[in-house]
Structures are given as C-alpha cells and as structure tokens.
C-alpha cells in the first residue's frame, strides 16, 4: 500500500477521504466508478478513486482500465493519465491487454501519439482494438498516410479488422480524398460481408460524398435497405459540400415522403440550402416545422438567424429570434453579430458586442473578428483597439482562429491609415501565416510604399514563408502605386518563373498600370497579346486610363473600343472613348457616340457622398 500511496495522486483528483468506505469491497468500488462515468460524471469518479486509494484500497484490473476512461473523457488531465500509467506498471499490469489499450487511448485523445506507438510497440499481446486505435489515433492526430499504412501491417500480423476499424480506415481515405484507397476497402468490406453493418454503411457513404464521388455515393445510398435518418443526413452533407442546393431540397422532400423525421443536423442543413438559394418562404415553412418538432436547440437557431440575415427586410426576424434564444449559448451571440454586419448595421453589431460581454459570454475569435470588422466600416479604431488590448493579454485563452483575428487587427490600422500602429502590430505577430504577410505588403501599397512592401516580402522569403497569388498581386499594387516599374517586372516573373503561380486578371491589370504610366505603352501592349486568359474590361480600362495620361489617342481609341465590345450599354466607356476621339481631334467621331448614347438613352449614374452625424451616416 506504501508504494500506492507514494505515487501521491490525490494532487491530482479532488481530495476527499469518505472513512465509511473502509469496509467496500473492490467490486463495489468498481461498480461506482462505472456507474459515475457512464453518466458522465468523470471528475467524480476521479475523486472516487482518489478516495479509494487513500483509505490503502488495491486497484484491480478492472480498475484502472476504469479510471483511464474518465481520464480520456476530460481535457486537461493528461498528468493524472500518466501517473495512472506509472501505476499500472508497478502494479504489474504492463501486460494486461485491457490496461494497455485504454492506456493507449488516453495517449490518443490527449495527442501524444508517440507515446501510444511506443505503447503499443512494449505490448506482448496486441488485439483488434489495439491496432484500431493506434490506426484512429494517427488519423486524428493529422497523419492520415500513416494511419493508412497501419492497415496492410495489421493484417500481416495476422489481425482481422473489425467494423470500428474499417470505419476509422474510411474516414482516413476520406480526409486524405484517396478514392483509390477507398475503393479498395469497400471491395474488401464486400468480401468479409461487413456491408450490412450499420457504422461501416454510413462511412462507406460519407467516404464517396466527401471526395467528390456523389454518383458512386448516390448509387450506393440506393442500396442500404434500413435507411434512417443518418445516412440521408451524410448524403445532404455531400450535396452541401459542393454547394447543390437544389439536390439537397430534394432529397429532403424524398425523405419527408417516405416519413423518416428529420434530425437538428437535418433542419441546419436544409435551412443552410434555403439560405444559398434564396428561397424565403421554403425556409419559413422549415422554420415552423422546426419549432412544431421541438427543434429549439442552439446550433438550429443560430442557422435560422443567419437564414433570416440573408435576405433583405428580414433582420427583425433574425433579432426577435435571438432575443427568445441569447441565453442559449455564444454561437447564437456570433450569428447574430455577423448578421448586423451583413446588413450593414455596424453600429448595433458594436453594441450588441458589450451587451454579450454585460451578459457573462467570454468572447471567442470569431466574436472579436466581428467586432474589428464592424469598427473597419464605421472608420472608427476605438474599440478595435480594444480587441487589440483584449488580445495582448488573452491570447493563449481565446477559442477559434486567433491567426484571422490578428489579420482583421492589422487590417484595421491599415484601413484606418494608422501604418505605424499596424507596423507594430505586425512586428508583434509571433507566427505570422502567408495572409499576415500579405496584408501588412498590401497595407503598404495603400499607403504608397512600394520599397518597404518589397523588404518585406525578401524578410518574408528569408523566413521560408511561401508567396501566394495575393501575395504577389499585393506586391504588383504596391510597385504601381509607388511606380517602380522594374521592380514591378522582376516581381512578376519571379511568380511566374520561380514560383509558377500563373497570372490572374488582377495580375495582368497591374502590369499594364505600371508598364502605362510610366509611358511603356508598347511593352503594355505586347502584356496583353501574351496573356494566357482572355482580357476583361479591367485589363483595356488600364490601358485606356494610361493613354490618356501619355496623350497616346491612336492607343486610347483602339482599348476604348475594346471596352465597347466587351460591355457594349456601359455610358461610362462610350464618354472615355468620345473624349479619346475628341482629343485627338476627330469630331464627327465623337459626335456619332454622343448620338448613340442620346439614342440608346443611357444614364450615368449619380455619384453620392456620405457624412457621418452623430454616430449615423447619411447619405447625399
């Protein structure tokens, strides 16, 4: 008993001595440990078992095992996994297949996949489950490949797979989008006569929608002859995945036919594809169905207030949905956050942030996100800034995607023409992605300073960071705002030749600007006649502006004319091109497009300005 008690695992579990347990039995203990776990109450057991050992009861086999499941069930008690891991040993339970695998799966759930490999390797016996969950455990540590590999070795082991593992196999070819790998399994799942299994039907047929495969899905969710709500939920998912709407109302409406009840899961994804396809009453006939079954939980009235949103006059309907369900969590908080933003009420998003935090909510990334999104277009930085300050002493707190947090903050300094802030900003990014980098170089060209968006994207190629196409289009804007036409040059044919990203429209619009304005109207031209897509309206438009500038109306009438071509009612063009023949003194030209202008009656649109008033913009 001395050596159980110097493992000195009560710092770890709540302390707790219950005296009146000195005459249960193990089996008893066993029986309450069981019994609080299943019901999910892990950090009781844990406490239990502490007790337990303080009173100088001996675990058993069946014990720890137990325990191991309670430790695998919480998030931050990888210590306690261990120090069980050390006892077991010492209580010689090293080679009890049972211990071992529920010791691996701690390992597995907590990310130490190493440590479950090195597990698994000391283990003298290995059964189905201890393969399985070292195959799962790769899986969802991100090694996908790995895990795949892991299944050739198991069955040379002499291991049959079960239905688990050929589940957890599937989902790995999945992730992976290996549709060879997949076939294969299927193939076998056929030869050992699995496909009547329910666990391994569903993977199956999420396997096929997620790579892309939905005939080969659709063909064998036909052939699952007990279909419940599950598999009909997978194949929606795939339709939604590649964004077919209309197959997903569809199949909803099949699956309404034949009387199967839909899920919450079933209710978001449909009230998601009434969202994208615009259809507002579909969505309220959805709505009213979803509240008659009882559907109120929050992730189905967050998809309601986003579908709400989305369509014009319809924000009332989100804010009285949200305010008969504030309570029900942050996510709810969020969509609707996001809701005021897409309807421009930047104003109420910001005051809807301080009710959330008066109302107890932590914010998450997303929240805050909102937040610097909506002081960007009310071009205030006030509380930007303190999302700033929130996030300087958070940062390792806050839940979601701090690194897009941190770009919405460089954004905002830029946007609000504070560079020295959002250079400090920057500075302060300890791992700075590819879209950092890209928006402190496109900052830059917003400001005029080519030089320094170029030391900066040599710093960033010097940090082994990888350029994208918006990397180099920020830089290209940069070198045509600052007008650094060799540098310009030498940064697109360093994304094209040492990189091979091809150009963009985007691309070749900047190359033109810059080549133009500084009077290379020839090279400008011969850009264009070597694109490897065809010229839009932006590429021509370039061109003309930069011939105005140069005097160059032989050149402008020819990109004017281009421009008609390609948007033949545009007013704007037919007055840049009438202009262009009348400084290069051809007046009957230029009479005849102010004719067809008159003819046609095309209208110019009005320019408006804005001023800002007490907190309120109106328009003028």
């Known amino acids: 008993m001395q050596t159980i008690q110097a493992f000195h695992l009560g710092r770890y579990f709540c302390s707790r001595v219950v005296s009146k347990f000195n005459a249960v039995s193990q089996n008893e203990w066993n ?77 597995v759930k907590y990310g130490w996949i190493s440590s479950a490999h090195y597990l698994f390797d000391e283990m003298h016996y290995r059964d189905v489950v201890s393969w399985t969950c070292l195959i799962s455990g790769y899986a969802r540590s991100g090694r996908v490949l790995e895990s795949l590999r892991l299944f050739p070795e198991m069955r040379m082991a002499g291991m049959e797979p079960n239905e688990v593992t050929l589940a957890v196999m599937l989902r790995s070819c999945a992730v992976e989008k290996n549709i060879y790998c997949g076939r294969k399994l299927y193939g076998f799942v056929i030869k050992r006569g699995f496909e009547s299994h329910e666990l391994v039907q569903n993977t199956i047929l999420m396997m096929f929608s997620r790579v892309g495969y939905l005939e080969e899905g659709e063909k064998f969710f036909g052939q699952i002859e007990k279909r419940n709500v599950i598999p009909w939920n997978i194949i929606m998912s795939g339709y939604s995945l590649f964004g077919d709407v209309h197959r997903i109302v569809d199949c909803f409406e099949d ?19 009434f969202t994208k396809s615009g259809k507002l009453l579909h969505g309220q006939q959805v709505h009213a169905f979803a509240e008659k079954a009882g559907f109120a939980d929050m992730v189905c009235k967050s998809s309601l207030i986003d579908f709400y949103a989305k369509f014009e006059g319809e924000l009332s309907s989100s804010i ?7 309570a029900s969590g942050i996510n709810v908080w969020t969509t609707m956050l996001w809701g005021f933003i897409q309807n421009k009420q930047f104003l109420e998003a910001i005051h809807l942030f301080r009710r959330m935090q008066c109302h107890g909510f932590v914010p998450n990334a997303d929240n805050l996100r909102a937040l610097v999104l909506a002081c960007i277009q009310q071009s205030t930085s006030k509380y930007g800034n303190t999302v700033h300050g929130y996030l300087i002493r958070n940062k390792h707190s806050i839940n979601g995607d701090v690194e897009s947090l941190e770009t919405s903050i460089l954004n905002m300094y830029m946007k609000s023409g504070c560079l020295l802030s959002a250079q400090r900003f920057f500075d302060s990014i300890i791992v700075k992605d590819i879209v950092a980098w890209s928006s402190m170089m496109d900052g830059y060209a917003i400001h005029g300073r080519g030089s320094e968006a170029l030391q900066l994207f040599n710093q960033m190629r010097d940090e082994g960071v990888k350029p994208n196409s918006i990397t180099f289009l920020s830089l290209l804007t940069a070198c045509s705002h600052s007008g650094l036409v060799a540098e310009g040059c030498k940064v697109f044919n360093i994304m094209t030749g040492e990189y091979g990203i091809k150009p963009e429209l985007n691309h070749y619009t900047c190359m033109v600007d810059i080549l133009g304005r500084s009077g290379k109207l020839k090279e400008a031209v011969e850009v264009i006649d070597n694109m490897i897509i065809d010229p839009d309206a932006r590429i021509w438009g370039a061109l003309l502006a930069t011939c105005r500038i140069h005097s160059d109306w032989k050149l402008a009438t020819y990109a004017g004319q281009k421009l008609l071509e390609l948007e033949p009612d545009n007013v704007g063009y037919h007055v840049v091109l009438s202009n262009a023949h009348a400084s290069g003194e051809k007046w009957d030209e230029s009479e005849k497009i102010w004719k067809m202008i008159s003819e046609k009656e095309m209208k110019k649109n009005p320019g408006k300005s804005g001023i800002e008033v007490q907190e309120g913009i109106h328009m003028l």
């Open 320 to 326: 009285k949905l949200f305010e008969e369900s504030k």
């Open 255 to 273: 699956m309404m036919s034949k009387s199967i009840s839909p899920s919450h899961e079933t209710i978001t994804l449909v009230i998601s594809a």
């Open 31 to 107: 029986s309450a440990f069981k019994a609080e776990i299943d019901a999910g109450f892990f950090d009781t057991a844990l406490s239990l078992f502490s007790s337990m050992l303080a009173l100088g009861v001996r675990p058993d086999h069946f014990t720890l095992p137990l325990i191991n499941r309670a430790v695998s069930s919480l998030s931050d008690w990888f210590d306690v996994g261990e120090a069980i891991h050390s006892l077991g040993i010492r209580m010689g339970f090293q080679n009890d297949i049972f211990f071992c695998n529920t010791m691996m799966d701690v390992y």
